[in-house]
């Protein structure tokens, strides 16, 4: 007997008892529902938690730190770090670069306005990975021959009146200056400033000098609602700021370096911090035990994504398993519908075998009206999964107070391919055992029946 037969066999068979059938069926769209929306809610949470952490940074980056010393303890050996650490780590298997940061504070002067800045140097390479994006301007290029500054879009928050105007977070309103045109005067020699403006009367300390530095571009603000990671800091070309520092303190100590026991500054420039780049989110763990292991402090947001996914795997395990729950109770609907249509159709089968219909054309006969079941019941309750999983991520959507970056039920391709696959699968293992039956049915007894 050809395939194409056994299929219209089997769907003939099967709307001869239209009841029974959309009873059964509805048992597996029951089942396939309850998988399917059950773990693209794990999925769906799990993909949030990802776009939440990317939002802070890359998921393939280990930033490293100098280890703390506890209580101040001078017999514990201090770790910089410097470009010989810098040369360790990018011989490591799986680093692609290392990106040295330096950090310090300096202030910025227009007129009345004067402001605090959060001033970080990073490679040009680095500044170009970040992937700001610029309302005005630039970045910062190696082609520029003096050290400029790229603004973040919230720097001007902390600028304030200096003859009691009062600040943004006084007022509410961003002070009138134009970082990309106006002239912004910098201060990097913090305390010799303060100590200008709060002497005694008896010691005057001479202000420190301003420097004109350009603005090669400033960051676009977010969308309302919306938070960027870059938008409170400074970014500068780190090869050209350290020059810069270098010519502007001479002899003196460059805030935020560490210096000798008699106060004097190091030759060598030491860094904050430094970000390593891994190849692959699946070895960051790995690199990032090594460095530790050097005796410095290292993390990521990966190791943050492992925690939580285990976490939401063993949920989504649960969920998973409460929606198997359904559609074992579906199977079991098929093997007593199969069974019952065996009995009903045993002098069919009787009849059958005695034409010479040969056995395994009897069994794959019953076992396509169980999988055609399954098959049905997958489609149905695919079509109710998407419907229930827009129903939830509109009722998420509209929940402000879990402020999600993504829909919390997500529903994946390869989902749809396997939850099918497996409703199709459980209606032939249910359909096996009433299949089996049928083949070993006698001829003359099936016959006889009545």
């Given at each position: 007997m050809k395939f194409l037969d056994?299929?219209?066999?089997?769907?003939?068979?099967l709307w001869k008892r239209k009841v029974r059938t959309i009873l059964t069926v509805l048992g597996v769209v029951i089942g396939v529902t309850s998988i399917v929306v059950m773990i693209s809610l794990g999925l769906g949470l799990s993909r949030s938690l990802i776009e939440q952490y990317e939002s802070y940074g890359s998921l393939t980056q280990i930033t490293v730190y100098e280890p703390y010393v506890w209580g101040g303890d001078s017999t514990q050996e201090v770790k910089r770090l410097d470009a010989e650490l810098i040369e360790s780590i990018e011989r490591m298997e799986h680093v692609e670069s290392v990106?040295?940061?330096l950090q310090l504070s300096a202030m910025a002067k227009y007129?009345?306005?004067q402001g605090y800045l959060n001033l970080q140097g990073w490679p040009l390479q680095a500044i170009q990975e970040m992937g700001i994006e610029l309302g005005e301007g630039s970045l910062p290029s190696?082609?520029?021959n003096e050290l400029t500054f790229l603004y973040g879009c919230q720097v001007l928050q902390d600028f304030y009146n200096s003859k009691g105007g009062g600040s943004y977070w006084e007022t509410g309103e961003l002070p009138d200056?134009?970082?990309m045109n106006d002239p912004i005067f910098i201060i990097f020699d913090m305390d010799a400033y303060w100590q200008s403006q709060w002497n005694d009367g008896e010691t005057v300390v001479q202000p420190?000098?301003?420097?004109?530095?350009?603005?090669a571009g400033v960051e676009a603000s977010p969308a309302e609602g919306e938070w960027s990671r870059f938008g409170w800091y400074v970014y500068c070309d780190i090869d050209k700021l350290i020059p810069e520092l270098q010519k502007i303190f001479k002899k003196k100590p460059i805030p935020g370096q560490p210096t000798t026991s008699t106060g004097k500054p190091y030759k060598e420039i030491f860094y904050n911090q430094l970000t390593v780049n891994v190849d692959n989110m699946d070895n960051v763990t790995a690199v990032q035990n090594l460095i530790t292991d050097m005796g410095y402090e290292a993390n990521s947001n990966a190791q943050w994504i492992e925690s939580e996914q285990k976490t939401l795997g063993i949920v989504q395990l649960v969920l998973g398993g409460i929606g198997a729950v359904s559609l074992f109770v579906a199977a079991i609907g098929i093997t007593n519908t199969m069974m019952m249509s065996i009995y009903e159709r045993t002098k069919e089968i009787g009849v059958m075998k005695v034409l010479g219909c040969d056995l395994r054309n009897i069994r794959a006969l019953f076992l396509l009206e169980a999988g055609f079941i399954g098959f049905i019941g997958g489609v149905i309750g695919l079509m109710l999964s998407y419907i229930a999983s827009a129903v939830i991520n509109k009722l998420a959507a509209g929940a402000a107070e879990l402020n999600l970056s993504s829909n919390i039920s997500y529903i994946p391709f390869w989902l749809v391919l396997v939850s099918l696959a497996f409703a199709v699968l459980v209606g032939m293992v249910a359909g096996f055992f009433p299949a089996l039956r049928a083949m070993k049915l006698s001829p003359l007894a099936a016959i006889r029946n009545e």
């Open positions: 056994l299929l219209r066999m089997s769907s003939s068979n990106y040295p940061i007129g009345a306005y190696a082609s520029d200056i134009d970082l420190p000098k301003k420097y004109l530095i350009k603005t």
